[in-house]
């Protein structure tokens, strides 16, 4: 079965600056998708980035981009440039077809952007 | 609708009375998923739907828990004889399964109260 860990429960970070959550995960596939999901105090659960294993260029998206690690299984998240409205819950996630397409979250961090 | 709507978005219920929680996820996706979120707490996997495929009930937590999908859409969560426990946000999420890339759309959750 895969497992996700988050190893963070809490960071925070100041305004303007760059932080970077961890993410590790197991599996034996060789073909698989991991993503980053915020979940802001509304709750609302947001897609913030998704990465193919298969691919080696790390994803971007404007100021959040990933370092995936494929041997290491590790894909962690930078926030460059952190607002305000960054703060919220952030989750990482796996999906593979061992388990169906099924979608599997780590346990969160919570990040908190200071002014 | 645009989105995956869960109703009610709140609820508040006597311990031991039953409850049924309600999600309509977007049209033509085929994977249907339930978390089970305490507060300021992590994603608890609960049930997954995907197609006509059995579901994968692994993560539900007692057989006071159940849950079905008719007709491929509408998906209800029901919960027997609450128990304070049960306290907790219960959020619905749905994909286009075909794909591992599918992103997950989830809907508000609904805020179960056990009194």
């Known amino acids: 079965a895969q497992t996700v860990t988050q190893s963070q429960p809490e960071m925070s970070v100041q305004e303007a600056e760059t932080v970077t959550l961890s993410c590790t995960y197991d599996?034996?596939?060789?073909?698989?998708?991991l993503f980053w999901y915020k979940q802001p105090p509304s709750r609302q659960m947001i897609l913030v980035i998704r990465?193919?294993?298969?691919?080696?260029q790390n994803a971007t998206e404007n100021r959040f981009s990933v370092n995936f690690q494929k041997a290491a299984k590790s894909f962690s998240l930078k926030i460059s440039d952190s607002q305000l409205g960054d703060t919220a819950m952030y989750f990482c996630?796996?999906?593979?077809?061992?388990?169906?397409?099924?979608?599997?979250f780590g346990g969160g961090t919570r990040l908190m952007v200071k002014p | 609708g645009a989105g995956v709507s869960q109703s009610p978005s709140n609820k508040v219920t006597e311990k031991g009375k039953d409850v049924e929680l309600r999600c309509d996820p977007i049209?033509?996706?085929?994977?249907l998923y339930w978390y089970r979120q305490s507060l300021g707490q992590g994603l608890e996997f609960l049930i997954y739907?995907?197609?006509?495929?059995?579901?994968?009930k692994s993560g539900l937590p007692s057989d006071r828990f159940s849950a079905e999908r008719t007709g491929g859409s509408v998906s209800t969560l029901t919960i027997q004889r609450t128990q304070q426990e049960d306290s907790a946000v219960y959020l619905c999420?749905?994909?286009?399964?075909?794909?591992?890339?599918?992103?997950?759309?989830f809907g508000q959750g609904t805020r179960l109260t056990v009194v």
């Open positions: 049209s033509g996706h085929t994977a």
């Open positions: 599996t034996s596939e060789s073909n698989y998708y």
């Open positions: 739907f995907q197609g006509n495929s059995a579901p994968d």
């Open positions: 996630a796996f999906r593979g077809r061992n388990a169906g397409n099924m979608l599997t």
């Open positions: 999420a749905s994909s286009l399964a075909a794909g591992l890339e599918g992103e997950a759309f």
């Open positions: 990465q193919e294993a298969y691919k080696q």
